[in-house]
């Protein structure tokens, strides 16, 4: 079975710094994809991010990048120059197609890091 | 541009009372189709995806059941509710299995 951990429960971080939120996974199979989605008091899940597990470049969109380490089985994300808006639990996600193939692919969530941006 | 509806976006129920959450999908076709559950504090658990018409598939035993009575349209469904289903319900598409889950804006279901 995958398992996904976010270590971190809570964080916090002032405006304009960087924070970097940890994300470990587990799993024997070999195709898969991993997600940061982003859930704002709004409650509505974004995603942030994605990663393929067969790219070694890692992702980054605008302020959002991701430290992949697939021997480590470890994917954090890094937001630099932190915004209020950014104050928002965390997911990290991970999807998987069994080796047996067919269409079963599932997400897996990790429980979350709710970071707070402070002013 | 692909646009997901959920509603409603809050609802209270008594105890032993069905339920009806519809979610549609606009702007693409064939679009995988999936329905999960967020207790408070937690993730997600995945409740049922769907493939296709009428192809459901269940991930955990429970009081809910889905139905895709059209190709953008999926429905979670109980005929007696429990206290236990009370939590925060999120509709998500996907282009394919293997692409990103877009989440609609959920629903709040309080079961009293």
């Known amino acids: 079975a995958q398992t996904v951990t976010q270590s971190q429960p809570e964080m916090s971080v002032q405006e304009a710094e960087t924070v970097t939120l940890s994300c470990t996974y587990d799993t024997s199979e070999s195709n898969y994809y991993l997600f940061w989605y982003k859930q704002p008091p709004s409650r509505q899940m974004i995603l942030v991010i994605r990663?393929?597990?067969?790219?070694?470049q890692n992702a980054t969109e605008n302020r959002f990048s991701v430290n992949f380490q697939k021997a480590a089985k470890s994917f954090s994300l890094k937001i630099s120059d932190s915004q209020l808006g950014d104050t928002a639990m965390y997911f990290c996600a991970f999807l998987v197609r069994p080796n047996s193939g067919g269409s079963n692919y599932k997400l897996t969530f990790g429980k979350g890091t709710l970071l707070t941006v402070n002013p | 541009s692909q646009t997901i509806h959920q509603w409603p976006a809050t609802l209270v129920q008594p105890v032993g009372s069905p339920l009806s959450l519809e979610c549609t999908v606009e702007g693409t076709s064939n679009p995988n189709l999936y329905w999960y559950r967020q207790a408070a504090g937690r993730g997600l658990q995945l409740l049922f995806y769907s493939v296709g018409i009428g192809q459901i598939s269940s991930e955990v035993p429970q009081n809910l059941s889905a139905s895709r009575p059209q190709d953008r349209q999926f429905i979670l469904s109980s005929k007696k509710l429990l206290l236990s289903d009370s939590g925060f319900y999120l509709c998500?598409?996907?282009?394919?299995?293997?692409?990103?889950?877009?989440f609609g804006d959920g629903t709040r279901l309080s079961i009293l």
């Open positions: 990663q393929e597990a067969y790219k070694q």
């Open positions: 998500a598409w996907s282009v394919q299995p293997n692409q990103p889950q877009h």
